[in-house]
């Protein structure tokens, strides 16, 4: 690579996941290159649109829910990805003004976009961002402690990221180590993709033969022992789809999340 030469992932003719994800959801910040490899990805594995879209619209409801409702003023969203539309902190600040929003990711893409993403932020709430993988929790703890009051609860975020690593064991053990240290009156915030259907099971696994990343799918009941000490919030771990619907149609998708109170 050049001097001056962009790095791939910042090449508008190079397609990128970050990119890709945020095509599926209906983001503006995609190019040709993007949309063009997000369709053939949708040829193959065509259900991963539609949880794109669900599971935006379970993170607006779940935000909402923890602002409103239970009166959480501080969000750890860990793997975010590129933004797109009603974003974390769009959606907690303007019920609360005054919340703080921690945003991370290890993707050069997103942190490109993080001055853009920051415009939205309040006169009396923050909103910033750590760069780290969710591999190193304790970076992630760092960095957020620099934002976040550790003594009030957190609404600790990860939404539809754990699919890229295989061990489940791993997973739990990130989630453990971020729920230790967060107060009592926290909340965890968790989906992933399911097997709960053969058509997506079989969609995941084309998916990889055709060389793209793999995603884990899993059960309800394993996605459910990351829960394990918590209190779920009604209604339970559920299709995201599910979850509090707000009245724009039930669309059934094998992915399953939930919400939970740390005692």
């Not at 990805?41 to 909402?64: C, D, G, N, T």
């Not at 769009?90 to 019920?95: D, P, R």
């Not at 997973?171 to 909340?187: C, E, K, L, Q």
Request: net charge negative; charged share 20%.
């Amino acid at each position: 690579m050049t001097d001056h030469e962009a790095p791939a992932e910042l090449q508008p003719d190079v397609p990128h996941a970050a990119r890709m994800w945020n095509y599926w959801m209906g983001g503006k910040d995609n190019f040709a290159a993007d949309r063009a490899a997000g369709d053939a990805v949708a040829q193959v594995y065509p259900e991963i649109v539609v949880m794109a879209r669900q599971s935006r619209k379970f993170l607006i409801r779940v935000v909402r829910a923890l602002t409103a409702e239970l009166g959480v003023r501080q969000f750890l969203d860990i793997g975010t990805g590129l933004p797109t539309m009603q974003n974390t902190h769009e959606v907690a600040q303007s019920i609360a003004p005054d919340a703080k929003i921690v945003y991370v990711d290890n993707d050069p893409m997103v942190l490109a976009y993080a001055r853009a993403l920051l415009v939205g932020t309040t006169a009396e709430g923050t909103t910033t961002y750590v760069h780290a993988d969710y591999h190193d929790p304790e970076k992630i703890l760092v960095g957020a402690e620099e934002a976040l009051d550790f003594s009030q609860p957190i609404a600790v975020m990860f939404m539809g990221v754990m699919g890229y690593e295989p061990d489940l064991a791993v997973i739990r053990s990130i989630v453990d180590t971020v729920m230790a240290r967060v107060p009592s009156g926290s909340y965890l915030v968790f989906w992933d993709g399911t097997d709960t259907s053969p058509a997506v099971v079989e969609g995941a696994e084309r998916l990889a033969q055709a060389g793209g990343v793999p995603y884990i799918l899993r059960s309800p009941d394993e996605l459910a022992t990351v829960f394990e000490g918590l209190d779920l919030v009604e209604p339970g771990l559920t299709q995201i789809s599910e979850w509090r619907p707000d009245g724009d149609g039930i669309e059934p998708i094998e992915a399953y999340g939930a919400v939970g109170r740390k005692p």
